[in-house]
């Protein structure tokens, strides 16, 4: 329970960009702000540096991940490849509850963009992907996706600059009707298309991350 509710402060800060990439994470210092020991927040650290959150040298010292244009075209790249073979594999099963729940998931987007809600928007959009792969049933895609759209949403909240989110609404509701009308190439075409929009977003040119005040980044009273 110690562990998580570290794991979670250190995920909200680092998504809401109050620990920018970079930020030094010293064990000793965020033990003292929980009052937990080094060990309990070193499960922590090396649970985040297994999701790729966060860096780990070999004198244990932690970083906040930095991530370069390269690592962000890779770690899409790696996404597009295994969301294509869901839908490749998807297209020949899916059913007409599940169009009928993505298209509901789609209109959740629309609102929250047209309100002006675009961290919300951004959760759905997410959650979105997370949905369609989920519907192929297998755990283990599963697992390996959601560690993916886990760097990839850091990536989103520290470098995002600028999205088109019409388009990018505009494309989930076209993915959809290529999954109602049995159209794998379309949808992959798509995909490739909605990646690299969300990247074009990005800004990595960030000075050096300044001093950061633990407590106030992970909100500790």
């Not at 932690?62 to 490849?81: G, S």
Request: charged share 30%.
């Amino acid at each position: 329970m110690l562990t998580k509710k570290i794991v979670d402060s250190i995920c909200d800060a680092i998504y809401y960009r109050r620990l920018p990439p970079g930020t030094k994470l010293n064990e000793r210092e965020i033990g003292e702000l929980f009052g937990v020991s080094r060990s309990i927040v070193r499960q922590a650290l090396t649970r985040l540096a297994r999701d790729g959150l966060i860096e780990i040298a070999p004198n244990r010292s932690a970083v906040d991940w930095r991530p370069t244009l390269d690592d962000a075209y890779e770690l899409y790249q790696a996404i597009l490849v295994l969301e294509s073979g869901v839908i490749q594999q998807l297209i020949k099963t899916i059913t007409s509850e599940q169009i009928k729940q993505l298209r509901a998931h789609t209109r959740k987007e629309r609102t929250a963009f047209n309100q002006g809600k675009h961290d919300l928007g951004d959760k759905l959009a997410r959650q979105f992907h997370m949905l369609l792969v989920s519907f192929l049933g297998n755990e283990a895609i599963d697992q390996i996706h959601a560690q993916l759209r886990r760097r990839e949403a850091l990536i989103t909240a520290m470098f995002r600059v600028g999205f088109d989110y019409c388009q990018l609404r505009d494309e989930h509701g076209c993915l959809v009707d290529c999954l109602e009308n049995r159209d794998a190439e379309t949808a992959k075409v798509i995909l490739e298309q909605h990646h690299s929009l969300v990247i074009r977003g990005y800004n990595f040119d960030l000075s050096e991350p300044s001093e950061i005040d633990l407590r106030v980044a992970l909100q500790i009273d």
